[in-house]
Nanobody
Framework: QVQLVESGGGLVQAGGSLRLSCAAS????????MAWHRQAPGKQREMVAA???????NYADSVKGRFTISRDNAKNMVNLQMNSLKPEDTAVYYC?????????WGQGTQVTVSS
């Protein structure tokens, strides 16, 4: 089992920045992919950014150029730097990790961007 704990959410004005962090613990062999997803009220959960163990990244079109994902393999952590935040970025942000054939989820952290 892998446990994921997110931190860093909160309330910010449009144009501001936030940094989310996620720490993985438990029985970890190799976390192939670590990612951030988000779910806004009334909408489906969507992938925001993902990073593989060798550092390859992938971003949703809506956040390209504004968000940066990074990971520390030694510490089993993944971060999401969010700049130029928009009200439409408001959502619960979830950390996800893939190990083998299993995907694990964190409990989520709220990000609210006021206009």
């Amino acid at each position: 089992q892998v446990q994921l704990v997110e931190s860093g959410g909160g309330l910010v004005q449009a144009g501001g920045s936030l940094r989310l962090s996620c720490a993985a613990s438990g029985t970890i062999f190799r976390l192939n992919v670590m990612a951030w997803h988000r779910q806004a009220p009334g909408k489906q959960r969507e992938m925001v950014a993902a990073i593989t163990s060798d550092g390859t990244t992938n971003y949703a079109d809506s956040v390209k150029g504004r968000f940066t994902i990074s990971r520390d393999n030694a510490k089993n952590m993944v971060n999401l730097q969010m700049n130029s935040l928009k009200p439409e970025d408001t959502a619960v942000y979830y950390c996800a990790a893939v190990q083998g054939v299993r995907r694990y989820w964190g409990q989520g952290t709220q990000v609210t961007v006021s206009s």
